[in-house]
């Protein structure tokens, strides 16, 4: 699409923690819930992950729409707990005039859809997803490529323990990577499952950055995870996440716009992630490249626009 005809796309944040909520004077600035992101593009909702955040985001999206119906589409990269567990809370799912489409991939050993079911059996939760009122509809992604109505997207495995997705969302005002779980390939957490040798592991390794490099290339915003610093990142290695040092040089390598920090620590305050700011666009003025580098602030709406 040309850009006079392009519409620019909303991307607003509604969760942008790790792990678990951390409400309090020290996250009013960033947020303390966890993973959730509302992109608007192109004439479709599209909601990225169902962390804590969700909830919030459900109350508005009432408000909004009243008593015209609400269809959405909810995009999972898996299925840890930080990014499920608002799913019982958002309240869309409880009318029947809304239509939400859930999406995903299977995990480790269980299907997509028993993993959304599973955290509203009893005796966790008093209402199971059968018993929602909402048109429901759980699909189980089998192809890196598909379409949300007129947006389309791709989608790659990325290096986490267990199954886990990145997305990147193709709009008419541009495209949006959304990699909230991901750690630098330095430590390859397939080698593990795959008993692969030292050697194995590196080349793999290198295959499988080069490939991320690739799909992520000239992304107009990339939202990534860069939960620790890099002296924090050496007594974590393996936990599944980033730092502020990979994270850049991801960016950089891969032609990004615009790179927002993500998946913030639950142990870093507004001050801490200032300087994580900070430090991330020192590393890119040095590289001599254009890259622009904020931190994503719950709240906070970002507008692509061609």
Avoid at 205 to 226: M, P
Wanted: hydrophobic share 40%; glycine share 10%.
């Amino acid at each position: 699409m040309s850009s006079a005809l392009a519409s620019p796309a909303r991307i607003k944040f509604w969760g942008t923690r790790g792990s678990i909520s951390v409400p309090g004077p020290g996250t009013l600035r960033y947020g303390g819930n966890t993973t959730c992101v509302e992109v608007r593009a192109d004439g479709e909702i599209i909601v990225l992950d169902a962390g804590s955040g969700i909830r919030p985001l459900g109350i508005s999206l009432e408000k909004e729409f009243g008593a015209e119906p609400i269809k959405l589409f909810l995009l999972i990269t898996h299925a840890h707990w930080d990014h499920i567990q608002g799913l019982p809370y958002f309240k869309p799912v409880y009318d029947q005039k809304n239509e939400i489409s859930i999406l995903g991939f299977d995990g480790t050993g269980a299907g997509f859809s028993e993993i959304l079911a599973e955290p509203m059996k009893a005796p966790f939760f008093p209402i199971t997803m059968r018993e929602l009122s909402g048109k429901i509809g759980i699909k189980r992604l089998g192809e890196m490529k598909f379409s949300l109505g007129k947006v389309q997207v791709q989608a790659i495995f990325v290096n986490h323990p267990g199954v886990c997705a990145g997305y990147r969302l193709f709009t008419s005002a541009g495209s949006i990577a959304f990699l909230p779980d991901h750690e630098p390939y330095g430590f390859l957490h397939s080698a593990k499952n795959n008993h692969m040798t030292p050697e194995e592991a590196k080349k793999a390794a290198s295959e499988e950055r080069l490939n991320l490099v690739q799909f992520l290339n000239g992304s107009d915003l990339l939202i990534l995870d860069t939960q620790y610093t890099d002296d924090e990142y050496q007594s974590h290695i393996g936990w599944g996440h980033g730092s502020v040092t990979t994270a850049v040089a991801l960016a950089l390598d891969a032609a990004v716009r615009k790179l927002l920090l993500f998946h913030h620590d639950t142990n870093h305050d507004d001050a801490m992630i200032d300087a994580m700011v900070q430090t991330a666009r020192h590393l890119a003025q040095q590289s001599g490249k254009e890259l622009k580098v904020e931190a994503a602030r719950e709240g906070e709406e970002v507008i692509l626009a061609n």
